[in-house]
């Protein structure tokens, strides 16, 4: 087994328990930081895949504002919370479910791909992926849509809850 292998693997194991603690935690805070831990886990294999950029973006968008603004949202709402709610509602099984019938259509989608063997060499290549990622992000014709309906949710998120905190006089 190589290095490379070797840090995939556990890179892979990390994330994945991260993963599990962060549905499995009573405690919001530390659920929220094992998203960290598996956000972080995700930058490290795009480093193990040469896509350096991606991993830049995974840990300052998604590390960096996003984790710490779902942070500052729970601690800002922590004292209308109530800590002795039970974790799991009467949906918990219907949600499992939902989860294994996802998971298992797009494993079927990838094992059915024509491409899944294929090496990474023979695929294609394009000049500059980097300029191709920026020009889908501002293009009309593909994500500029998606990309400013994320940033208005939340945008929203925050503004409901700083509603939510706000003490009424």
Same mark, same amino acid.
């Not at 002795?84 to 918990?92: E, V």
């Not at 989608?109 to 020009?135: F, H, K, Y």
């Not at 945008?155 to 009424?168: D, F, P, S």
């Given at each position: 087994m ?12 990390? $994330?994945? /328990?991260?993963g599990?603690?962060?549905v *499995? *935690?009573r ?18 294999l ?13 840990v300052?968008?998604y590390?960096g504002? +996003?984790? +710490?603004?779902?942070?500052?949202? +729970?601690?800002? $709402? #922590?004292k +209308?919370?109530?800590e *002795? $709610?039970? #974790? ?12 294994v ?5 797009l494993a079927?989608?990838?094992v059915?791909?024509? /491409?899944?063997n $294929?090496p990474?060499?023979?695929?294609? #290549?394009?000049a500059?992926?980097? #300029?191709?990622?920026g020009?889908?992000?501002?293009s009309p014709?593909?994500y500029?849509?998606?990309? %400013?309906?994320?940033?208005?949710m ?5 503004i409901g809850a700083?509603?939510?905190?706000w %003490?009424?006089?």
């Amino acid at each position: 087994m190589t290095p490379v292998q070797i840090i995939f693997l556990v890179t892979a194991a990390l $994330t994945l /328990g991260a993963g599990l603690l962060v549905v *499995t *935690t009573r405690n919001m805070i530390h659920a929220a930081l094992w998203l960290v831990v598996s956000l972080f886990g995700i930058a490290v294999l795009y480093v193990l895949l040469e896509a350096g950029f991606l991993a830049v973006v995974q840990v300052v968008v998604y590390i960096g504002a +996003i984790a +710490i603004l779902m942070i500052f949202a +729970i601690m800002l $709402t #922590r004292k +209308i919370v109530n800590e *002795t $709610t039970p #974790r799991f509602n009467a949906n918990w099984g219907w949600a499992l479910l939902m989860g294994v019938v996802m998971f298992a259509g797009l494993a079927f989608i990838l094992v059915s791909w024509p /491409g899944i063997n $294929t090496p990474l060499a023979a695929l294609p #290549r394009s000049a500059d992926p980097l #300029r191709e990622l920026g020009v889908a992000l501002v293009s009309p014709d593909a994500y500029v849509l998606p990309f %400013e309906v994320a940033s208005i949710m939340l945008l929203a998120a925050m503004i409901g809850a700083i509603v939510v905190a706000w %003490e009424r006089k």
